[in-house]
């Protein structure tokens, strides 16, 4: 499936249009394959991970880590800027700090607007916290809407930039940005699904259903 991707690409006229489909292409895929591996929060134990590895939560890892690395990724394919290197740790704690100031952006400013739209609403922290201690499986719930979350504000951050960047450039990037769009309306629908789906199950422990 990938060889045909890739080279219908080579029907294509500009190299500009080229690049865009290359870079959505390559997104897809990119989270096709992430996703996958986000369905199983314990992969760290799946691939023999030791080390520093098990010292890091799946919080930090899907929250922190796996956004900052996409953020950056996307960026210099997108774009000409190039952040990384070749230094393996220096990339880590880049893409680390990177996905952090995306993540605080999401829980700052993107979660308190979609309260003020009334689009989500949250349990009280101390039913919250009890119905935790029920079903352990909440925890879990919570950790991927935090994620869906960033991803949703990677989306309109790296959206933003592009639109920043193509001033300087002249550079339209289209198709990235209709792409960033599309990941964007489905990650902030995913979230508000997710926390819908919570409250349902934090009512549902405490005895609070309508």
């Known amino acids: 499936m990938v060889f045909v991707m890739h080279s219908f ?27 996958k591996m986000i369905s199983d ?15 890091i939560s799946s919080y930090n890892i899907f929250n922190n880590l796996f956004p900052g690395a996409l953020f950056i990724y ?29 993540g605080r952006i999401g829980s700052i400013v993107l979660e308190p607007f979609l309260k003020l739209s009334r689009l989500i609403k ?23 809407a935090n994620m869906y979350r960033t991803i949703f504000s990677m ?23 209709i792409t960033l769009a599309v990941f964007a309306i489905l990650f902030v629908v995913s979230y508000i699904k997710q926390i ?3 409250i349902y199950r934090v009512n549902a422990v405490n005895n609070k259903l309508p």
Do not use: H
């Open 41 to 55: 929060l314990n992969c760290s134990k799946v691939i023999g991970m030791d080390g520093l590895w098990e010292k």
């Open 122 to 144: 949250f349990a009280p922290y101390k039913d919250y916290v009890s119905a935790c201690g029920v079903d352990g499986k909440i925890e879990t719930l919570q950790e991927i």
């Open 74 to 102: 996307l960026l210099e394919r997108m774009t000409n800027i190039v952040l990384s290197g070749d230094d393996l740790i220096k990339n880590v704690v880049l893409y680390y700090f990177v996905g952090l100031v995306i």
């Open 9 to 35: 690409l080579k029907r294509l006229t500009t190299d500009r249009l080229r690049l865009d489909v290359r870079i959505a292409i390559d997104f897809l895929l990119y989270m096709y394959f992430s996703m």
């Open 196 to 198: 819908r789906y919570i």
């Open 155 to 177: 989306s309109i951050i790296l959206l933003a930039t592009l639109c920043v960047v193509g001033r300087f450039t002249g550079e339209t990037y289209g198709l990235s940005k």
